[in-house]
């Protein structure tokens, strides 16, 4: 429910534990009006999608103000001050991105460095160019994609934040994890030498574990020394 009030959306793919809310959050900001939701989606889903949200307004014999608008890899949105949304693809059984926070700060060219704020403020009004811009990439969010995403795109791995499914635990679900294109917990520790973020939170787990199941897996292939930084959604 307060995702209602987020103004804008991002959505990987359109598998419905990823999209459902879709209609259900144009409805409620239509009825709470509030300003357009913007909401961004796979460009191959933008068509369905628009035919999806009609359908709904004709049940409900509603008009609907919304803004749906077609992302493709690679792409950089603006979405906030200093921050940027950049697209990439993932490797899934429908049209399917992820998404990575990017943010752009100002830096002080280290030649200025130790000056202080009169000698400052002097060198900017004879028009110097004191700060570069440096980027940093903030988290990181896979949605659903086999282990390949991290080939695809090891930039990911660099981000403070790494949000990433690990949908499939049990030793017999291997096969089943490559045929559904979702990430095994046997492919992924793999990768956590590699990985440098803060933050590692792993979410999408099977609906046929249970809790204890979780994470009785987790302390089974995640070595000591990496669990600090494991966050379980579940
Ligand atoms: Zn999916
Ligand atoms: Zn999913």
């Known amino acids: 429910m307060h995702l209602v009030f987020v103004p804008q959306i991002f959505i990987s793919h359109f598998h419905g534990d990823h999209s459902l809310g879709m209609t259900y959050y144009i409805a409620h900001r239509n009825l709470a009006k509030l300003e357009t939701g913007k909401i961004y989606v796979p460009a191959a889903a933008l068509e369905p999608a628009q035919a999806l949200i009609r359908s709904q307004a004709a049940l409900e014999q509603a008009r609907r103000d919304y803004e749906l608008i077609p992302v ?33 700060r100002s830096k002080l060219k280290p030649e200025y460095i130790g000056l202080n704020q009169q000698e400052i403020v002097k060198l900017k009004r004879e028009g110097h160019e004191i700060v570069y811009p440096i980027r940093m990439s903030r988290m990181a969010y896979v949605g659903d994609s086999t282990i390949k995403v991290f080939e695809m795109h ?14 499939f635990l049990a030793d017999d679900h291997y096969e089943e994890a490559a045929k559904r294109k979702h990430i095994h917990i046997r492919d992924l520790v793999n990768y956590l030498p590699q ?19 979780i994470k009785y897996y987790i302390n089974r292939y995640i070595p000591e020394h990496e669990r600090e930084r494991i966050l379980l959604l579940i």
């Open 154 to 167: 090891p930039e990911i791995m660099e981000s403070e934040i790494l949000i990433t499914e690990c949908t």
């Open 72 to 104: 493709e890899p690679g792409m950089l949105i603006d979405f906030k001050r200093q921050n940027q949304m950049k697209i990439f693809a993932t490797d899934h059984r429908i049209p399917s991105v992820g998404f990575e926070v990017i943010e752009t």
């Open 195 to 213: 990985i440098r973020s803060q933050f590692i939170v792993l979410m999408h787990f099977s609906m046929r574990y249970t809790r204890q199941e």
